[in-house]
């Protein structure tokens, strides 16, 4: 009885070390599953983290990217812009220089065309003039304004220019008797140019000088029934000199000098005319 009881004692002990192996054991596993879902838990963080990363940096490139395709699109429209008005290109060695056929290029964009084309002008202009019979005389200054039409060309739009245009001036004047003086002027002239861009600007300022031939015609009506219509006609030759500033490349103002070769007449009546000084305003097409 008692090897009996003595191994039933066993029996009990070695049950009761089962047991407690066997919790031992689910404790663990319920431990390595906790440190497995942590484990699975960071796994996924660092995923997720990594694919943010990811996704910055391909935003970062495409913000990179998105300058030099504006620069692309800005260098073809430039190009195409050349192109279609045959500027000059920079210098590449001078990219900073900007050039006369530069600023004439941007000026023909700007202003339909640059300084060569057909030309219109209006002026005011004064000149004295004396006139002498035997009734009557005349010595003042008189106003004559003047038209003109022609062209002009600065060939490869540099500072030298030349001019071909007719003007033509008409004026008159009244005696204290009530006798009306008129004189006119028209001429075929050819003018050398000559223009200096102000730097950064589409402004010039210059001088010409150029000669013409035309006629010339002085005509005097009296109120006196005894006197007569005096007429005179003729050609003459006529030299242009002055100063002029363009504005925006196609606006001309000049003030200038027109003197006749033939001032001067005398045989029923004394005529004579100086030198005409005139203000005109001259628009390029």
């Known amino acids: 009885m008692r090897k009996f ?13 089962g047991l407690l192996c066997a919790d031992e054991l689910s404790e663990r596993k319920a431990q390595l599953e906790r440190q497995i879902a942590e484990l699975k838990a960071k796994e996924k963080e660092r995923q997720e ?42 210098n590449p ?28 002008g209006l002026g005011i202009g004064s000149m004295k003039m004396e006139y002498l019979s035997g009734t009557t005389g005349f010595n003042e200054d008189f106003t004559m304004g003047s038209a003109r039409f022609g062209y002009q060309r600065f060939p490869f739009n540099k500072a030298f220019g030349l001019r071909l245009y ?12 009530g006798g009306v003086v008129t004189q006119i002027f028209t001429a075929y002239n050819a003018d050398i140019l000559m223009d200096l861009n102000i730097p950064n600007t589409y402004h010039y300022i210059g001088l010409f000088v ?14 006196s029934i005894w006197e007569s219509k005096t007429e005179l006609a003729g050609k003459s030759g006529f030299i242009n000199f002055g100063a002029a ?26 005529w004579q005319t100086s030198m005409l000084l005139n203000m005109t305003y001259q628009y390029a097409f």
């Open 5 to 17: 009881y003595q191994g039933m004692m066993i029996l009990g002990v070695m049950g009761q070390c």
């Open 49 to 90: 983290v990594e694919k943010l990363e990811r996704r910055i940096q391909e935003l970062q490139s495409q913000t990179k990217q998105e300058p030099s395709a504006q620069d692309s699109t800005s260098q073809q429209t430039t190009q195409q812009f050349q192109k279609t008005y045959q500027s000059p290109q920079r």
């Open 93 to 120: 060695y001078l990219p900073n220089v900007v050039t006369q056929e530069m600023r004439d290029a941007e000026a023909k964009e700007m202003f339909g065309k640059n300084r060569n084309g057909i030309l219109l």
């Open 166 to 177: 007719v003007d033509s001036f008409v004026g008159n004047g009244r005696f204290k008797d």
């Open 210 to 223: 150029g000669a013409g031939v035309g006629t010339l015609q002085f005509s005097y009506v009296p109120t």
């Open 245 to 270: 500033i363009t504005l925006d490349a196609k606006h001309r103002l000049e003030c200038y000098i027109k003197q006749p070769a033939l001032n001067k007449y005398d045989d029923k009546f004394y």
